[in-house]
């Protein structure tokens, strides 16, 4: 066997090395997109998953478990650090519990018989584990073995980890998967009404974590399922590809998910006039009846765990309200149905796809086996109250069905809620339906994705796991305590896909910069390269740096931008044509609609004008950028001009002041963000000759002069940092940011020292 040997040139070898400069690169960085080429129809939205999969964000190794690309990556691991942040913010410390769970433990949590999509296997020992789903188990555990008494309290611990579930439908990539990725935030207290304020300081945080991506959500009321507990609110994005069903009144601002329904009728539809409506199938009394009675009634059914029950929900199939001409569509609401039967003391299992086969089945066997009538099957009957039943329909196709007697079974009716005089409520809410919180507004519903869920689980695991402290009882006596816990989530993997479906666009994906792959990309035409470099290096620089990549690929410009847009990077910075012309760049932000030339950042100046008492002026702003807000006069540095000869200038043309000893203070780097402008700002001190009054020279961009001191200011200052957090208008005055940012940039400046 022959040895061959490759001579590569200087040139081939600089051609396929990476470049090694410290810039990061698109060349030098792993993005298998799939190419642009494969773009869907002109103008239609293409699926999210795929948008995923074709700018090289994941690839799908098995159903519902995926890898993540260096491009995923980097949404994963930034979205990581703003959860991070935010949980620091809390005093939480991170921990990394292990991914496998006894289910010995799950069994004494009394959890493992409800897990069915628990995955669970055996060590070569037979001993009992399994992949957790979820860790309360384990914290509690660990908490409960290492904390003894309350003075060891709060702890608040959480972990962002690897969860598993054998999901028996994986669907919509990392929305439903086998693999995820969550955050989870344990919270230990010693009595209830702690435990109540670290629930609100985490709904808190979760809020200004959401309100910081920038994207809608909505916080719902919801039920707390197997995880325990009775108080616990869900963080939704409204989207397409969601499989929850959130609810909103226009009036009273209540929001909750459907799964909340508990089964009683609450005034829920509208009651406005009466007509008289047939209901099919079914004997009714004459005369008038409401407009939102059934037009038509449903039959759904469900069986209990046992086999035993067979549950019958008749519901109204169509209804007539709120004025409407056309009869709106009803559909069952399968946790208001559930929750009836927990009242009426059956456990129904809502995964079995076909409940009266299975009961038919389980009713001849019984028959056959049992003499002593123990197991009886069952059958309970549900009446809507909107359902006007007179005459019951007939158990006979059902006996013959099942080939047994009336004899031979237990019958149960409900039209109301068991232990209440509630009628029964079995449908699910439509949009116009009445609010059953207010009875005033009209409810609208949101498909949605959960991405965020905050349980307060009370004693639900410490009491079972013996996870208890020593508190300080009357008389000096002491007494164990199960600690109050509280559970808090964040679906990390899911809120990636949620995120991309919220913002995507027909030209691609479209990240919010906090979380974004990289914030900003430059794109250079060719014969540009070097340039570029220059515009990335100013990027990445500074107090404001931005986390940027730079497309060097041998490619046309075209291509690149399309790409970019696949991608979806927040700012795409171009280096073409206006470059070569005037230095500047073209910036191009599709979540602002932006597409304009910037050239580098502007200088302005700004003027302390004092006066004998050390006061100087402000004016109030009017214009496009600064409005409402307080600033000094001053305007920009023109071509060939000093500091001090642009401020007596500007000086003159808005207030008409004639000034002297006018000197350098000092500057400050300003972003306006919601403006798109950045300028540096250099501040200078001058005084007034006399005790001469400023003019309202220009009053297209200033209301008004106040002589005022910096003490004052600084007092303004505060009160708008502290407005700006409540979320509130300031009781001072508004700063201009070139002004607000000398206290911040330059402290201990003072305009007279």
């Given at each position: 066997?022959?040895?061959?040997i490759?001579h590569?040139?200087?040139w081939?070898?600089d051609?396929?090395?990476?470049k090694?400069?410290?810039r990061?690169?698109v060349?030098n960085f792993?993005?298998p997109?799939?190419?642009?080429?494969?773009?869907p129809?002109q103008?239609?939205?293409e699926d999210?998953?795929d948008l995923?999969v074709?700018g090289?964000?994941y690839?799908?190794a098995y159903s519902?478990?995926?890898?993540m690309?260096p491009l995923g990556?980097?949404?994963?691991d930034?979205l990581?650090?703003?959860?991070?942040?935010?949980?620091?913010?809390l005093?939480?410390?991170?921990?990394?519990?292990?991914?496998?769970?006894?289910q010995?433990?799950w069994?004494?949590s009394?959890?493992?018989?409800?897990?069915?999509?628990?995955?669970?296997f055996?060590?070569?020992?037979?001993?009992?584990?399994?992949?957790?789903?979820?860790?309360?188990?384990e914290?509690t555990?660990?908490?409960?073995?290492?904390?003894k008494s309350?003075?060891?309290?709060p702890?608040r611990?959480y972990?962002i980890?690897?969860k598993?579930?054998?999901?028996?439908?994986?669907?919509?990539g990392?929305l439903?998967?086998?693999?995820f990725?969550?955050?989870?935030?344990?919270?230990?207290d010693?009595?209830?009404?702690e435990?109540?304020?670290?629930?609100?300081?985490?709904r808190?945080a979760?809020?200004?974590?959401?309100?910081?991506?920038?994207?809608?959500?909505?916080?719902?009321v919801?039920?707390?399922?197997?995880?325990?507990?009775n108080?616990?609110?869900?963080?939704?994005?409204p989207?397409?590809?969601?499989?929850?069903?959130?609810?909103?009144c226009s009036?009273?601002?209540?929001?909750y998910n459907?799964?909340?329904?508990?089964g009683k009728?609450?005034n829920?539809?509208?009651?406005e006039g009466?007509?008289?409506?047939p209901t099919p199938?079914f004997?009714?009394e004459g005369g008038?009846?409401?407009?939102?009675a059934?037009?038509?009634?449903?039959?759904?059914t469900a069986?209990?765990?046992?086999k035993?029950?067979l549950?019958?929900g008749?519901?109204?199939?169509?209804?007539?309200?709120g004025?409407?001409?056309?009869?709106?569509?009803?559909?069952?609401?399968s946790?208001?149905v559930k929750?009836?039967?927990?009242?009426?003391?059956?456990?129904?299992?809502l995964s079995?796809?076909?409940?009266?086969?299975?009961?038919v089945?389980?009713?001849?066997s019984t028959k056959?086996?049992?003499?002593?009538?123990t197991?009886?099957p069952?059958?309970?009957?549900?009446y809507d109250?909107?359902v006007r039943v007179y005459?019951?329909p007939?158990?006979?196709?059902?006996?013959?069905?099942a080939?047994?007697?009336?004899?031979?079974?237990?019958?149960?009716?409900?039209d109301?809620?068991?232990?209440t005089?509630?009628g029964?409520?079995?449908?699910?809410?439509h949009d116009g339906?009445q609010?059953?919180k207010?009875?005033?507004?009209?409810?609208k519903?949101?498909?949605?994705?959960?991405?965020?869920h905050?349980?307060?689980?009370?004693?639900?695991y410490?009491e079972?796991?013996?996870?208890?402290v020593?508190?300080d009882?009357a008389?000096?006596?002491?007494?164990?305590?199960?600690?109050q816990?509280g559970?808090?989530?964040i679906g990390?993997?899911?809120?990636?896909t949620?995120?991309?479906?919220?913002l995507a666009d027909s030209?691609?994906?479209?990240w919010?910069r906090a979380?974004?792959?990289?914030e900003?990309i430059?794109?250079?035409?060719?014969?540009l390269?070097?340039d570029?470099e220059?515009?990335y290096?100013?990027?990445?620089?500074g107090?404001?740096?931005a986390d940027?990549i730079?497309?060097d690929?041998?490619?046309?410009?075209?291509?690149?931008?399309?790409?970019a847009?696949?991608?979806?990077?927040?700012?795409i910075?171009v280096?073409?044509k206006?470059?070569k012309k005037?230095?500047?760049v073209?910036?191009?932000?599709?979540?602002?609609n932006l597409?304009e030339?910037?050239h580098?950042?502007?200088?302005?100046?700004?003027?302390f004008?004092l006066?004998?008492?050390n006061?100087?002026?402000?004016g109030k702003r009017?214009?496009?950028h600064g409005?409402?807000t307080?600033?000094?006069?001053?305007?920009h540095?023109?071509?060939?001009?000093?500091?001090?000869?642009c401020?007596v200038r500007e000086?003159?043309?808005?207030?008409?002041?004639?000034v002297e000893?006018v000197?350098?203070?000092t500057?400050?780097n300003?972003?306006?963000?919601?403006d798109?402008?950045?300028y540096?700002t250099?501040?200078?001190?001058a005084?007034?000759r006399?005790?001469?009054?400023?003019?309202?020279?220009?009053p297209?961009?200033c209301?008004?002069?106040?002589w005022?001191t910096?003490?004052?200011?600084?007092l303004?200052r505060?009160?708008?940092?502290?407005?700006d957090r409540?979320?509130?208008?300031?009781?001072?005055?508004r700063?201009?940011?070139?002004?607000?940012?000398?206290?911040?940039?330059?402290?201990?400046f003072?305009p007279?020292?």
């Open positions: 066997m022959g040895i061959r490759y590569f040139s200087p081939c070898a051609f396929l090395l990476p090694t400069d410290g990061s690169r060349s792993w993005i997109t799939g190419g642009i080429s494969k773009k129809v103008g239609e939205k999210v998953n995923l074709r090289g964000f690839r799908q519902g478990i995926f890898h690309l990556l980097r949404v994963q930034k990581e650090k703003l959860i991070d942040r935010h949980m620091r913010s005093g939480a410390s991170k921990v990394s519990l292990s991914s496998i769970s006894s010995e433990l069994e004494q009394g959890r493992l018989k409800e897990g069915s999509e628990v995955f669970r055996l060590d070569r020992k037979e001993s009992r584990f399994l992949l957790a789903p979820t860790h309360e188990e914290i555990t660990l908490v409960g073995s290492l904390t309350y003075r060891d309290l702890v611990v972990q980890s690897r598993y579930r054998d999901e028996p439908r994986p669907r919509q990392l439903r998967g086998r693999e990725i969550m955050k989870d935030l344990y919270t230990f010693h009595n209830v009404e435990a109540l304020k670290t629930y609100e300081s985490v808190g979760y809020t200004r974590l959401f309100n910081e991506l920038k994207i809608p959500y909505l916080v719902a919801a039920d707390s399922g197997n995880m325990g507990g108080l616990s609110h869900e963080f939704h994005f989207s397409s590809k969601g499989e929850d069903t959130v609810i909103s009036s009273c601002g209540n929001v459907e799964e909340l329904a508990d009728a609450h829920l539809l509208s009651r009466t007509a008289t409506v199938g004997e009714t008038s009846v409401q407009k939102s059934a037009i038509s009634t449903g039959l759904w069986i209990s765990k046992d035993r029950t549950l019958r008749w519901y109204p199939k169509f209804t007539m309200h004025g409407s001409q056309e009869p709106v569509e009803r559909e069952v609401n946790h208001a929750a009836i039967a927990n009242a009426a003391g059956i456990d129904l299992d079995v796809e076909n409940p009266l086969e299975q009961w089945a389980n009713a001849k056959a086996s049992s003499s002593d009538g197991g009886r069952r059958v309970l009957d549900l109250s909107l005459k019951r007939p158990l006979s196709d059902l006996l013959q069905e080939d047994c007697s009336v004899e031979d079974l237990d019958y149960l009716r409900l109301c809620f068991p232990g005089d509630h029964l409520n079995l449908i699910k809410v339906d609010c059953s207010c009875e005033q507004g009209a409810v519903t949101h498909t949605a994705v959960e991405l965020g905050t349980f307060h689980l009370g004693t639900r410490s079972v796991l013996d996870a208890s020593m508190v009882g008389a000096g006596t002491s007494a164990t305590v199960p600690m816990m559970c808090h989530g990390v993997s899911r809120m990636i949620a995120v991309a479906d919220s030209k691609g994906l479209n919010p979380i974004a792959p990289f900003v430059v794109v250079p035409t060719k014969g390269e070097a570029a220059k515009v290096d100013e990027l990445i620089t107090a404001n740096a940027a730079l497309d690929r041998d490619k046309q410009i075209g291509w690149k931008l399309g790409d847009d696949l991608i979806g990077y927040p700012v910075v280096v073409g206006s470059w005037e230095q500047s073209e910036v191009q932000c599709r979540r602002l597409r030339n910037h580098d950042a502007r200088v302005g100046v700004g003027v004008v006066n004998q008492d006061q100087f002026i402000i009017i214009g496009s409005a409402d307080w600033g000094l006069p001053g305007g540095l023109e071509f060939n001009e000093s500091f001090e000869d401020a000086l003159k043309e808005e207030t008409g002041l004639d000893d000197r350098f203070l500057a400050t300003d972003i306006m963000e919601m798109k402008k950045h540096v250099v501040f200078v001190a005084r007034v006399g005790d001469a009054q400023p003019e309202i020279l220009e297209h961009k209301a008004e002069w106040k005022v910096w003490e004052e200011l600084g303004d505060l009160k708008q940092v502290e407005a409540e979320g509130v208008e300031t009781t001072g005055r700063l201009f940011l070139p002004l607000l940012n000398l206290f911040s940039q330059r402290e201990g003072s007279s020292n």
